[in-house]
């Protein structure tokens, strides 16, 4: 295999996060990530103290999101929610930009919203990443090109504190033109982007549409480090077979690879 199990479970924020999950769920979900020892859960704000209760001494960091899905939330509400977040054991802080803002062209305010959750969750030692919502910045805005209001979110991020830089929410849901709502979440082109965007103290993550291994490992190829994701069962059980396969000298068989319509 090209890289280890470890190698693509840790790349793993196991997504926790639809809006109809109960709290059996969420606590099933929590299990499953400590049997599969990914990096995170990312789970929803109410369920943190749950969560951390959950998988205190696994190896499994509790990561919550903030201003989710949308990033209309006003800077203080999100400050005070990284507060709570990290009060009740959230390793990681998941925050979503203003996007009406960034469209707007106002850049303090963007830059202002992201520094003021950097700040608060750098103060109780947990690592921020700033989602961007790529789906709605595919005509770009401010005057810029899509590409270059994204490099342009990117360097924003990292002078204000971001740890990470990410693709989506996986709810940035956008009218088709056959009239249906969808999205297409992290793209190949996307992620290489972002990460020609930011320097190596600056990592990726991709959310949004990474529903099988070879998607995953593309993602890592791309250099992102951390990927959200819902199919985390079906994506690790793959890698053992593949594993075993080569073990027992069969070799594999894998997809391609191939990204249908730009993204995963």
């Not at 994204?150 to 929410?169: F, N, Q, Y």
């Not at 999205?183 to 549409?209: C, F, I, N, W």
Request: hydrophobic content about 35%; charged content about 25%; glycine content about 12%.
């Amino acid at each position: 295999m090209k890289y280890t199990y470890e190698d693509m479970a840790k790349m793993i924020d196991h997504s926790l996060l639809h809006p109809t999950m109960t709290d059996r769920e969420l606590e099933d979900g929590c299990a499953l990530a400590a049997k599969y020892q990914v990096a995170s859960v990312c789970i929803k704000p109410y369920y943190v103290k749950r969560a951390a209760e959950l998988l205190e001494g696994t190896g499994v960091l509790v990561g919550a999101v903030i201003g989710f899905p949308h990033g209309n939330s006003a800077t203080e509400s999100k400050r005070y929610e990284t507060w709570l977040a990290c009060h009740d054991g959230a390793a990681e802080i998941d925050m979503v930009i203003n996007i009406g803002k960034a469209l707007s062209g106002d850049w303090d305010y963007v830059a202002n919203d992201i520094r003021t959750v950097c700040e608060e969750a750098h103060r109780h030692g947990a690592k921020v990443k700033v989602i961007f919502e790529n789906d709605y910045l595919t005509k770009g805005g401010a005057g810029m090109d899509s590409d270059a209001f994204k490099k342009m979110l990117c360097t924003i991020c990292e002078r204000a504190g971001a740890d990470w830089v990410k693709t989506s929410s996986g709810y940035g849901f956008v009218k088709q033109p056959d009239g249906s709502y969808n999205y297409k979440g992290a793209t190949e082109h996307d992620l290489a982007l972002m990460r020609a965007s930011v320097s190596p103290h600056v990592q990726v993550k991709a959310a949004g549409g990474v529903r099988d291994l070879d998607g995953l490992i593309k993602v890592r190829d791309l250099g992102g480090s951390r990927c959200g994701a819902t199919a985390t069962a079906a994506m690790l059980a793959d890698y053992r077979r593949r594993e075993a396969a080569e073990q027992a000298g069969q070799g594999t068989n894998p997809k391609t690879g191939a990204i249908g319509a730009g993204g995963y």
